[in-house]
C-alpha cells in the first residue's frame, strides 16, 4: 500500500463496502485524506478490506443493510471513532432474482427493497441526527442505469434503482441547504455482484459500450470522491449516469 495523504478531517461512512463499487468508494476517500467505517454482511470479508484500505483510517462494522439495530451500530461506532460523518455512501444492495416480474415472488420484492430503499434511508436519518444536521455534509447514494429505463430480467433491481433516485431528489429537497444528496448509476462494472452480466463473454458485453470496455470500482469511486467534495458545492439533486457512453446507443441523453 502506498504512503497515504495527510488527514483530510472529514469522515465517512460507506455501506456494502467490502469489495466492487463500495470498496472502490471507499479506496477513493482514504486516497484523498478521509477517515472511513466501511460496513459488509462477511466479518472476514470486511476485516480483509480494512486490512488492505489501512486500519490506522478505516475501521469496519458487520451486518445487514436492512437491519436497523446494525444501521444505528454502524452510524453510532463511526461516531465513537471518528467523533463526526460528514459523508454517506449508500451502496449496500441486492439482486437475488433473474427473471420476468410478472411472476416475480412479492417477498423477493420486499426484500429487494428493504435492502436497496428502506436501508438507505434508515441510514440517511441516522447520519443525518448524528452530525449531519447541525455540521453539514454530503450523501451520495449508488443507484444504477437500470433505474433509468426497462431491465429486463433485473426488473425488481431496477424498479429499487429507481425508487433510489428519487429517494435522492427527495432528501436533497429536505436536508438542503446543510447537506447535499446525489445519486451516481453506473453501467455494467466489473464486480461480483454483476457478474452474471458479463461473465464469460466480456468482450462482447464491453463492444456495446462507446468507450470500449465496462467500468471498474475505481470509476465510481472517483465519481464519488467528487461528489462528497468542495469542488461539488452547488451540486444537490442530481443523479450522475456513469455509463461508458452506453446510453449513447439507444440515443439516450
Given at each position: 500500500m502506498t504512503e497515504l495523504p495527510a488527514l483530510?478531517?472529514?469522515?465517512?461512512l460507506v455501506t456494502g463496502a467490502s469489495r466492487g463499487i463500495g470498496y472502490g468508494v471507499a479506496e477513493a476517500l482514504v486516497a484523498r485524506g478521509d477517515r472511513v467505517c466501511i460496513t459488509g454482511r462477511g466479518e472476514d470479508a470486511l476485516k480483509e478490506a480494512v486490512e488492505q484500505l489501512g486500519a490506522d483510517r478505516v475501521i469496519a462494522v458487520a451486518?445487514?443493510?436492512?437491519?436497523?439495530e446494525h444501521q444505528a451500530a454502524a452510524v453510532a461506532r463511526t461516531?465513537?471513532?471518528?467523533?463526526?460523518?460528514d459523508f454517506l455512501v449508500n451502496n449496500a444492495g441486492t439482486n437475488p432474482v433473474f427473471g420476468p416480474i410478472a411472476d416475480l415472488d412479492l417477498n423477493v420484492a420486499r426484500k429487494v427493497f428493504e435492502t436497496n430503499v428502506v436501508s438507505a434511508l434508515g441510514f440517511a436519518q441516522?447520519?443525518?441526527?448524528?452530525?449531519?444536521?447541525?455540521?453539514?455534509?454530503a450523501i451520495v447514494n449508488i443507484a444504477s442505469v437500470a433505474g433509468l429505463s426497462a431491465s429486463p430480467f433485473i426488473?425488481?433491481?431496477g424498479i429499487s434503482k429507481a425508487a433510489m433516485i428519487n429517494l435522492t431528489v427527495q432528501l436533497a429537497h429536505e436536508y438542503a441547504p446543510r447537506v447535499r444528496v446525489?445519486?451516481?448509476?453506473?453501467?455494467?462494472?466489473?464486480?461480483?455482484?454483476a457478474q452474471a452480466l458479463y461473465e464469460g463473454r466480456e468482450e462482447e458485453a464491453a463492444a456495446a459500450y462507446p468507450m470500449a470496455r465496462l467500468g471498474v470500482p475505481s470509476d465510481i469511486g472517483?465519481?464519488?470522491?467528487?461528489?462528497t467534495s468542495e469542488q461539488s458545492a452547488w451540486i444537490t439533486g442530481q443523479n450522475l449516469v456513469v455509463d461508458g457512453g452506453i446510453f449513447l446507443n439507444a440515443g439516450v441523453g
Open positions: 483530510s478531517g472529514k469522515v465517512a451486518g445487514k443493510a436492512h437491519d436497523e461516531m465513537e471513532a471518528f467523533g463526526r460523518v441516522r447520519t443525518w441526527h448524528a452530525w449531519q444536521k447541525e455540521n453539514g455534509g426488473g425488481a433491481y446525489n445519486s451516481i448509476a453506473p453501467a455494467v462494472v466489473k464486480t461480483k455482484f472517483g465519481a464519488a470522491a467528487f461528489l
